[in-house]
């Protein structure tokens, strides 16, 4: 990762002027392989600590059902296009997992070692733009240990979200074009559009927050006007060139699109319930970007910033001193090109995920980890003009600190630790109690209920349709969920919404099946409405809510110790 070393002085802003330490590649290749087996065995031991595949999120779960497909039959599988290569390339790891050993056969765990693998490699490429930029190995180690103690970056590391692998080849193309793009050649523009496009073939939607960015980064680059604009279509060019490829290379296989447009613009996310703006978001985005740093939690209520109040405070008063002095530094080296593409390249990325993220799920951990990636590189600006003054108590402070963040961020963990152990021993309790021939379940949509029973119990999206009177063993798992209609119809009404469910339950008991509600039937109108807040509005949850209670009534069947009492339904 050269570049910004080799440039010309006068490129070189005043933090990265470190007489003697400039340009020193000494103890590079030890550094590297350091941090990659130290947080490798974190990570690891974490994972095995948890004992929580999914942890804060369920995604996770449900991409590892499209894995198994995969690894069972390739040549069959399915492409989807917003996860182009995601699903192919994890297969391929799952099979040398397998082949070694590492919880054969499930996908699910699998893909937790598979993203603290890709942990490892980012932590390796914050050291080496760090190192890069500001010329000095300790702050480089500083970073990268407060890049790892970041709770989202922990959290997602540890668990089987599909965002890391994706994020690390994001954040590789950018930390390059910080570097490059202060000197662009052909070569090098080339070289980081290729980059930046296998990441967003991975997760379409990384795209849109640095593809400005990369582009302004260009736009500000030194050269003439014209040099600049034609740096702007050479990495357009070789993008979209190389999705191209990409298409031509798959050929038939299933799914496979036609058009390249159909990669560059999938609509993922844009007509379901996630899209469109709303002041409660705005709560969410706080929650967001404050939860980035410290407690990592995945709100999806605004009255679950309440208890954690102070904590939020603190974490935003902590961003924002990071960020008040980053931009004065920036500001004040903003002659030189380094500080102007480094300023465009993770700036623009924040500036316009965020946006992104307000009109999507912005608390998500894998909504915020790519757009805050900023944090670390701004905390390393700061120890750089302020080493010179106390190295040893500066960077033994933010070593310190970034140890004190990883305990604080690990201990948050504690309370959902063992899930795991807890399903496996939940899955026969549950299937003694209920017939999963003769039942659908009636869940929220949101909890574990559905991703440890669809994974262990073999969903299918599509059963609805295609159900026949019971007993039905196939698929095992059969469920309604409350945000199915406010996710998938969103420009239904609250009153189309009950109508529809009502009429989902009732077909399903028609057909001889008896549904089964969880924990959700003796929720209070106010508690579905918070718990539909990221997807409806006050009317469409009152409408669920009196769909049940107006036209069902509910006796309890059991409870269990994990998952809570269930409830079954019988007509009014």
Same mark, same amino acid.
């Given at each position: 990762m050269a570049g910004f070393k080799n440039s010309t002085t006068a490129a070189t802003p005043s933090w990265g002027r470190t007489p003697g330490i400039a340009g020193s590649?000494?103890?590079?290749?030890?550094?590297?392989?350091?941090?990659?087996?130290?947080?490798?065995?974190v990570f690891v031991a974490l994972i095995l600590w948890f004992d929580n595949a999914q942890g804060i999120t369920s995604n996770g779960v449900f991409?590892?059902?499209?894995?198994?497909?995969?690894?069972?039959?390739?040549?069959?599988?399915?492409?989807?296009?917003?996860?182009?290569?995601?699903?192919?390339? #994890?297969?391929l790891f799952c099979r040398l997992l397998d082949v070694i050993g590492v919880f054969p056969g499930d996908p699910r765990h699998q893909l937790t070692i598979i993203n603290a693998f890709s942990a490892a490699l980012c932590l390796c490429i914050v050291y080496l733009l760090v190192r890069?930029?500001?010329?000095?190995?300790?702050?480089? /180690?500083?970073?990268?240990?407060?890049?790892?103690?970041?709770?989202? $970056?922990?959290?997602?590391?540890?668990? *089987?979200?599909?965002?890391?692998?994706?994020?690390?080849?994001?954040?590789a193309s950018m930390a390059l074009a910080s570097l490059w793009f202060v000197r662009p050649t052909a070569r090098r523009v080339a070289l980081v559009a290729a980059l930046f496009t296998i990441a967003w073939l991975f997760e379409w939607r990384l795209m849109f927050p640095t593809l400005p960015a990369m582009l302004l980064a260009l736009a500000?680059?030194?050269? %003439?006007?014209?040099? %600049?604009?034609?740096?702007?279509?050479? $990495?357009?060019?070789? #993008?979209?060139?190389?999705?191209?490829?990409?298409?031509w290379l798959w050929g038939p296989q299933n799914g496979n699109p036609g058009p390249v447009l159909s990669l560059l613009w999938t609509g993922k996310g844009t007509a379901e319930g /996630?899209?469109?703006?709303?002041?409660?978001?705005?709560?969410?985005?706080?929650?967001?970007?404050?939860?980035y740093l410290a407690g990592g939690a995945n709100i999806a209520d605004p009255a679950s910033l309440q208890p954690i109040m102070r904590e939020m405070l603190a974490t935003t008063f902590c961003i924002a001193v990071i960020a008040g002095l980053s931009l004065l530094i920036l500001w004040r080296d903003r002659g030189s090109p380094q500080a102007r593409v480094l300023a465009a390249v993770f700036g623009v990325t924040f500036a316009v995920g965020e946006v992104m993220n307000l009109y999507s799920q912005p608390q998500d951990p894998q909504m915020q980890i790519n757009v805050m990636a900023w944090l670390t590189?701004? /905390?390393?600006?700061?120890?750089?003009?302020?080493?010179?003054?106390?190295?040893?108590?500066?960077?033994?402070?933010? #070593?310190?600190?970034?140890?004190?963040?990883?305990?604080? *961020?690990?201990?948050?963990?504690?309370p959902m630790r063992g899930t795991d152990a807890a399903w496996r021993e939940a899955l026969p309790r549950i299937e003694r109690n209920v017939d999963p021939t003769r039942t659908v379940f009636l869940l929220h949509g949101f909890e574990a209920d559905v991703s440890e029973l669809f994974y262990a119990w073999g969903g299918d999206w599509t059963y609805f349709d295609k159900l026949g009177p019971a007993p039905a063993a196939k698929p095992k798992f059969k469920f309604l969920a409350l945000v199915n209609g406010p996710l998938h119809k969103p420009s239904a009404t609250g009153e189309e919404l009950a109508k529809n469910l009502k009429g989902?339950?009732? %077909?399903?008991m028609d057909l001889g099946y008896e549904v089964v509600a969880n924990v959700v039937w003796t929720w209070s109108e106010a508690q579905v409405e918070a718990s539909l807040a990221t997807v409806a509005d006050k009317e469409k949850a009152k409408g669920l809510?009196?769909?049940?209670?107006? *036209?069902?009534?509910?006796?309890?069947? $059991?409870?269990?110790?994990?998952?809570?009492?269930? $409830?079954?339904l019988q007509r009014r």
């Open positions: 590649s000494g103890g590079q290749l030890f550094d590297l392989s350091t941090i990659f087996a130290l947080s490798m065995a991409k590892a059902v499209t894995i198994k497909a995969w690894v069972a039959d390739s040549a069959n599988a399915s492409l989807e296009t917003s996860n182009y290569l995601y699903y192919p390339v #994890m297969a890069q930029l500001t010329g000095r190995r300790s702050i480089a /180690w500083a970073a990268a240990a407060f890049h790892l103690a970041g709770a989202f $970056f922990l959290n997602l590391a540890i668990i *089987n979200e599909d965002i890391m692998p994706s994020y690390t080849l994001m954040f500000v680059s030194p050269g %003439r006007p014209l040099a %600049r604009l034609g740096w702007i279509a050479l $990495f357009l060019g070789a #993008m979209v060139g190389l999705a191209q490829v990409a298409v /996630w899209a469109g703006f709303s002041a409660v978001k705005v709560e969410l985005l706080w929650a967001g970007i404050a939860q590189i701004g /905390w390393a600006l700061i120890l750089t003009v302020a080493v010179p003054w106390r190295p040893l108590p500066v960077l033994g402070g933010a #070593m310190a600190l970034a140890l004190a963040l990883f305990a604080y *961020n690990a201990s948050r963990l504690a989902q339950i009732e %077909r399903v809510y009196r769909a049940l209670h107006e *036209n069902f009534t509910a006796t309890p069947t $059991f409870s269990d110790p994990t998952t809570g009492p269930y $409830f079954r």
